[in-house]
């Protein structure tokens, strides 16, 4: 049971930002374009979540890749998404806001 439990909502690990963009991650904000001009994290790239398997070409699979969107919920599902088509460094960093906050 926990570990279905810790599947459903992780581990409880603290996201370390600052520590994987020193190794060069990248933040992909999956909110829709509309989301990401009205605020963002400096530096992030923005491909909507309806958008992210037919451009999933433009991401490199050597970097780590840092997820976010508005509460965590779409970034959880783009971090599924690219974990199903090869990317093995993905981390759900939940709000855009907070990974800002994180960085800061």
Not at 54 to 63: A, C, E, P, V, Y
């Amino acid at each position: 049971m926990m570990q279905i439990l810790k599947n459903l909502f992780g581990s409880g690990t603290k996201l370390n930002a600052e520590e994987l963009l020193s190794k060069g991650a990248i933040i992909l904000d999956v909110r829709t374009e509309r989301e990401f001009k009205s605020a963002h994290v400096t530096g992030s790239i923005n491909i909507p979540l309806d958008r992210l398997a037919k451009n999933i070409s433009k991401l490199k699979k050597d970097k780590p890749i840092i997820t976010c969107c508005a509460s965590g919920m779409r970034s959880a599902t783009a971090k599924n998404i690219l974990k199903s088509n090869g990317f093995t460094e993905v981390y759900d960093g939940g709000s855009w806001s907070s990974i800002r906050s994180a960085i800061k």
